[in-house]
C-alpha cells in the first residue's frame, strides 16, 4: 500500500513471541538471524508456494526491528525483544484466483495456500528462535484477519464460508519448544481460522485431529498434485 495510507485490503496476520525474555544479537547484522529473514525456511522450494520470501533486502530500523516486504503481499519484521510478525495480504497472495481485479470481484481464500502459509511462519519463528540468547523454552502466538468486508459489499469466504466479521483475532495459543512445534502450531491457527469460517471440525483438511498436529503428508501430497498439473499446464501451452 502506498506509504502514510492505511491499510484496506484483506489480510491475515501472524505473530509469535518468546514467553520469556531474550536478546537477537545479531539482528542488526549481516549473519546470523538476518538471512533467515531474507529466506526463509519452506515446505517447498522457495516463492514456488505459499511462502515468507518477500526477495527483499532486508531494512534495518536500529533499536527497533528489522523488516522486509513484497508490496503488500507479504510483510515481515524481527523486533529486538524477539517477536516476529507476517503480514501477508489475501489480494495477490493469499486469495484465489490471485489477480486484483478476479479477486475483488470474487473474493475466495485459497485453502492449501493458507495452511501452507500458515506452516511456512511457524518453520520460519522456529529458525529465528535458534537465533534468540537464550532459546526460549515458551512461546506465544496470534492470529487474525482484518477488513474482511470489501468495499463492493462482497465478502472474503474460505470454500463456500463467508466471513461473519470484517476483522477477528483468534485466541493466542502457548507453546512449549520441540521438534514438531511447527506442525503443533500450524494445527492450532488452521482449525481455529477454519471453524471461524464455518467448517465442521471433521472437514477441515490437512489436519491430524487425534494428534492435534498438521497432515503434513497430507498437504505435501496435494502441493506435489497441484506442482504436477501447473507443469504439465505450462507444457501444454508452450
Known sequence: MPAGRARTDPRLYL???????????????????????????????????????????????????TSLANGYRKRVALYTGGTLSFVASCIEFLGWPRTAVQFVAEPVLNGPGLVEAVYNFALTYGAVREHMSPPPARSRVWSGFRDLFLASEARVRLGDHVATEPSHDFPPRDFEASDDVAARVSY??????????????????????????????ALRTHLAGTDLLAASTASAQA
Open 188 to 217: 492450532e491457527v488452521v482449525v481455529q481460522v477454519f471453524e471461524w469460517f464455518g467448517f465442521p471440525r471433521e472437514s477441515i483438511p490437512f489436519v491430524d485431529h487425534e494428534r492435534a498436529r498438521l497432515d503434513l503428508d
Open 15 to 65: 505473530t509469535a513471541a518468546p514467553l520469556e525474555p531474550v536478546e537477537i544479537p545479531t539482528l542488526f547484522e549481516q549473519e546470523g538471524v538476518v538471512p533467515v529473514l531474507a529466506e526463509p525456511p519452506t515446505l517447498r522450494a522457495p516463492t514456488v508456494g505459499w511462502d515468507l520470501w518477500t526477495l527483499d533486502s532486508p531494512r534495518f530500523f536500529a533499536g527497533r526491528k
